[in-house]
């Protein structure tokens, strides 16, 4: 008899599954269970953005668009990078729209990286970033942010794990899954490094809209000499509540968008046409709705951050996307313990804290991106939990 397993690639089976999917697999065949895990808003995409879909279809829009994605959206994203961070892309050679920026990540990786390059890639960070780099044949090297520096990365604790081998640098701020930010002075700092040491810096910030108070946003490619050193990756299903679409884009030089354009057109061919209509409603007119969301996530993780307090576990005070980070070492659990018991005892769905990495080990997940009734109720049986183990 045959053993199929064998016939699977090595590399393929080196990546492990999803740690964020097994709880919520659990979780599936369970009642009454309050999810803090997955990161998708628990908003409706805008009434205009969806209607504007509609009338596309009415109108007979169902054909492929160009491989690099309608040069109407292209012009649209070029325009808001102008707007908001002035940064000059040309619309016809800098950019390149995806299938949700999960597809821009992946092929970015494949384009920069040969057997046996190193990335370096702050953790803790989304599940994706280790396995896409591994599927392209390069080298995932972890840098653990302390959580006594909130999280954040800098070039001190990247330093020591550069080799002849590094190729390129990943960062991901806002950051999933601590919610933590990168100031200016820290973008700098790193933007310098990076000129150092000759590094591509991908720039995942698809959380970059969702910050809070005083935080601004600000965009990598938009320091002194980062530009064309950058990969810059956003998209539309965070802060337009736009999963289900799967739309993101790329924005680099000319040479890495052809290449990318080129694994894009053998694999995606295109993101689909009504996807794209959308998100031309969206950078139009969307920004009055994406504003609003942003200001209930604000009450949410306040919420959130006190009820966690309350509950006896230590946070960090998350500053953007919408997840915070509790440490429950305090409990005496590890990650996957207490994640397991508050599931099967409160019903209550976390992630583990190591799904993203092992310096997130004695900390886990939970997504504000609920109701604020339900966060209350998920909060009241957390510390009922806390209280009595």
């Given at each position: 008899?045959?053993?199929?397993?064998?016939?699977?690639?090595?590399?393929?089976?080196?990546v492990?599954?999803?740690?964020?999917?097994?709880?919520?697999?659990?979780?599936?065949?369970?009642?009454?269970?309050?999810?803090?895990?997955?990161g998708?808003?628990?908003?409706?995409?805008?009434?205009s953005?969806?209607?504007?879909?509609?009338?596309?279809?009415?109108?007979?829009?169902?054909?492929?668009?160009?491989?690099?994605?309608?040069?109407e959206?292209?012009?649209?994203?070029c325009?808001?990078?102008?707007?908001?961070?002035?940064?000059?892309?040309?619309?016809?050679?800098?950019?390149?729209?995806t299938?949700?920026?999960?597809?821009?990540?992946?092929?970015?990786?494949?384009?920069?990286?040969?057997?046996?390059?190193?990335?370096?890639?702050?953790?803790?960070?989304?599940?994706?970033?280790?396995?896409?780099?591994?599927?392209?044949?390069?080298?995932?090297?972890?840098?653990?942010a302390?959580?006594?520096?909130?999280?954040?990365i800098?070039?001190?604790?990247l330093?020591?794990?550069?080799?002849?081998?590094?190729?390129?640098?990943?960062i991901?701020?806002?950051?999933?899954?601590?919610?933590?930010?990168?100031?200016k002075?820290?973008?700098?700092?790193?933007?310098?490094?990076?000129?150092?040491?000759?590094?591509?810096?991908?720039?995942?910030?698809?959380?970059?809209?969702?910050?809070?108070?005083?935080?601004?946003?600000?965009?990598?490619?938009?320091?002194?000499?980062?530009?064309?050193?950058?990969?810059?990756?956003?998209?539309?299903?965070?802060?337009?509540?736009m999963?289900?679409?799967?739309?993101?884009?790329?924005?680099?030089?000319?040479?890495?968008?052809?290449?990318m354009?080129?694994?894009?057109?053998?694999?995606?061919?295109c993101?689909?046409?009504?996807?794209?209509?959308a998100?031309?409603?969206?950078l139009?007119h969307?920004?009055?709705?994406?504003?609003?969301?942003?200001?209930e996530?604000?009450?949410?993780?306040?919420?959130?951050?006190?009820?966690?307090?309350?509950?006896?576990?230590?946070?960090?005070?998350?500053?953007?996307?919408?997840?915070?980070?509790?440490?429950?070492?305090?409990?005496?659990?590890?990650?996957?313990?207490?994640?397991?018991?508050?599931?099967?005892?409160?019903?209550?769905?976390?992630?583990?804290?190591?799904?993203?990495?092992?310096?997130?080990?004695g900390?886990?997940?939970?997504s504000?991106?609920?109701?604020?009734?339900?966060?209350?109720?998920?909060?009241?049986?957390?510390?009922?939990?806390?209280?009595?183990l």
């Amino acid at each position: 008899m045959t053993n199929w397993n064998d016939r699977i690639s090595p590399i393929v089976k080196s990546v492990p599954p999803s740690g964020i999917r097994r709880f919520f697999d659990i979780a599936s065949e369970m009642e009454d269970v309050i999810s803090l895990g997955v990161g998708e808003p628990d908003f409706v995409t805008p009434w205009s953005i969806r209607e504007s879909c509609v009338y596309g279809l009415e109108q007979g829009y169902t054909s492929y668009t160009a491989n690099r994605g309608l040069m109407e959206l292209r012009e649209e994203i070029c325009f808001m990078h102008k707007r908001r961070f002035e940064l000059d892309y040309n619309p016809k050679t800098d950019v390149l729209v995806t299938v949700g920026v999960s597809e821009a990540l992946d092929i970015a990786m494949r384009t920069i990286l040969s057997p046996g390059d190193e990335i370096l890639i702050p953790e803790p960070c989304y599940v994706s970033y280790k396995a896409c780099a591994t599927l392209a044949g390069g080298i995932p090297v972890p840098v653990p942010a302390k959580a006594e520096n909130d999280f954040r990365i800098t070039p001190a604790d990247l330093e020591p794990h550069v080799s002849p081998k590094t190729k390129a640098l990943l960062i991901g701020y806002p950051n999933n899954p601590t919610g933590a930010i990168l100031s200016k002075e820290d973008l700098e700092a790193i933007a310098r490094f990076a000129v150092k040491h000759d590094l591509i810096v991908i720039s995942d910030e698809i959380y970059g809209d969702l910050t809070y108070g005083d935080t601004k946003h600000v965009c990598f490619a938009g320091l002194p000499e980062m530009k064309d050193r950058t990969i810059l990756l956003n998209g539309f299903s965070k802060a337009y509540a736009m999963t289900g679409w799967r739309i993101g884009y790329a924005l680099s030089n000319p040479d890495i968008i052809a290449a990318m354009t080129k694994i894009h057109q053998y694999t995606m061919l295109c993101a689909p046409i009504t996807a794209q209509i959308a998100a031309v409603e969206a950078l139009r007119h969307g920004e009055k709705y994406m504003r609003k969301m942003v200001s209930e996530y604000d009450k949410r993780r306040r919420l959130i951050y006190d009820g966690l307090q309350k509950a006896g576990l230590k946070c960090f005070e998350p500053k953007g996307a919408f997840y915070i980070f509790p440490d429950i070492t305090s409990t005496g659990l590890s990650s996957e313990e207490f994640a397991e018991k508050i599931l099967m005892q409160e019903h209550v769905a976390l992630v583990p804290g190591n799904a993203f990495g092992e310096c997130g080990e004695g900390f886990v997940r939970c997504s504000y991106a609920t109701s604020i009734e339900q966060i209350s109720e998920a909060l009241a049986r957390i510390e009922h939990f806390v209280n009595h183990l």
